[in-house]
């Protein structure tokens, strides 16, 4: 049976709907309450019969079913109930709203009538806050803290440059005029001390027995501070001194140098390698190299791990002052060129240990072996009218000596 007035599909034994609790029949010939159902029924308080006037019972038969369920109370007819002093059946006070029950009221028996089932209330867990946008205030507490924590790292921040600054050792550069070593830490310098000669092979000679020369490791600095008027940066030659010869021959090693940003007249020295232990001179050769102008700013390289400097040496030549020849006199003749290959012009060429006629014979030569000269003597001799010098060789199988230069081809 569908309900007038929500539309729900009830069954036809039905009284009332099942969803709102509107009277779907006509409940006069109805036994029972026929009020609206509520969850729980009940009936009201049973009655004792009245036995005054031998009224007869309803037939045990008949019983009211509700729910399916059979009331065990027998209720008779009121037609056959005497009342003394019948009173007006006294309502019920009205109930709030009371929920839905479903009540059904026949003479008879109801078959295959169940209760209703429980209803299902699920339960709805809380939904989650719903974060609200902040305040005016909350966006200005949070605009005033990311404004403190800015100036707080730029303050930081600024504070550590400055503090390294004040940390950092000031760099000492030299004041005057001269060449100069910078220690390693940059807070010391010292002067390497200028010293003047007119005969570069003499001067040599001195500055390799003085053991006063500053010393200089290979991780400290060269300075050159110069305002190029005494002399220009382009003249200036690194020398190792050792390898200066009196016919004019030396060996230099390349360098660059490197403007200071403060101060352009302060330059630094740069080698394409560190230096081997020896002594060595920033020079000027002004003139021949046995008279001239020459200045020397010697200094001695220790503690270096390198066995020579064979690797940056180059030969240079500066040209001898020509003599008045005395009567008899003659000129040496000019010797081999060092670290090239030369041979004997005849076999029998002697190897001697010295160089000197009377020193002993290490080997005898050939025109067909071949030498290499490792240095020329300082000293000349003369043999058979010739004046030369001596050649220091060594031959292809390790044999070194001295062989009178003037006997030797290339």
Not at 16 to 35: A, I, W, Y
Not at 78 to 96: E, G, R, S
Not at 175 to 186: A, E, I, P
Request: include cysteine; proline fraction near 10%; charged fraction near 25%.
């Amino acid at each position: 049976m569908i309900c007038p007035s929500c539309q729900t599909n009830n069954e036809n034994r039905n009284v009332f709907c099942n969803n709102c609790g509107t009277l779907l029949k006509d409940t006069d010939s109805m036994v029972g309450d026929t009020k609206s159902p509520t969850l729980s029924f009940q009936f009201p308080p049973e009655q004792p019969p009245h036995v005054e006037n031998s009224a007869a019972f309803v037939d045990e038969e008949e019983t009211p079913t509700v729910f399916g369920s059979q009331v065990a109370a027998k209720i008779p007819p009121a037609t056959q109930m005497a009342q003394p002093n019948p009173q007006p059946n006294p309502q019920p006070p009205p109930q709030p709203n009371p929920p839905p029950t479903q009540v059904f009221a026949t003479t008879k028996p109801a078959e295959n009538v169940q209760p209703n089932p429980p209803v299902f209330n699920p339960v709805i867990p809380p939904l989650p806050p719903v974060s609200q946008p902040k305040s005016g205030k909350s966006l200005r507490l949070a605009l005033v803290a990311a404004v403190v924590f800015i100036g707080l790292l730029a303050i930081g921040v600024g504070g550590y440059f400055i503090v390294s600054k004040l940390l950092k050792k000031t760099e000492i550069l030299p004041q005057t005029v001269g060449m100069f070593v910078q220690s390693k830490d940059k807070d010391k310098v010292d002067e390497i001390k200028k010293q003047d000669f007119t005969n570069a092979v003499d001067g040599k000679d001195k500055l390799l027995k003085d053991e006063g020369l500053t010393k200089v490791e290979n991780n400290q600095n060269l300075i050159l501070f110069t305002d190029e008027k005494e002399f220009k940066t382009s003249d200036l030659r690194l020398v190792q001194l050792d390898t200066i010869k009196p016919d004019g021959n030396l060996k230099q090693i390349d360098f660059q140098t490197e403007s200071n940003a403060d101060k352009a007249e302060i330059k630094r020295v740069k080698l394409p390698e560190n230096l081997a232990n020896g002594k060595y001179a920033f020079a000027v050769l002004e003139g021949f190299l046995d008279d001239g102008k020459h200045k020397f700013w010697a200094f001695q390289v220790t503690n270096s791990d390198k066995a020579n400097n064979d690797s940056i040496l180059k030969t240079s030549t500066v040209s001898l002052k020509s003599k008045d020849k005395k009567k008899g006199d003659k000129t040496p003749e000019t010797p081999p060129t060092v670290e090239s290959y030369v041979y004997p012009k005849s076999n029998g060429t002697i190897l001697r240990s010295e160089p000197s006629l009377t020193a002993s014979k290490v080997d005898t030569l050939s025109s067909s072996d071949r030498l290499f000269v490792i240095k020329i003597s300082d000293n000349t001799t003369v043999w058979r009218k010739i004046t030369g010098y001596w050649a220091n060789v060594k031959t292809d199988d390790g044999t070194t000596g001295w062989v009178f230069a003037p006997l030797l081809k290339k």
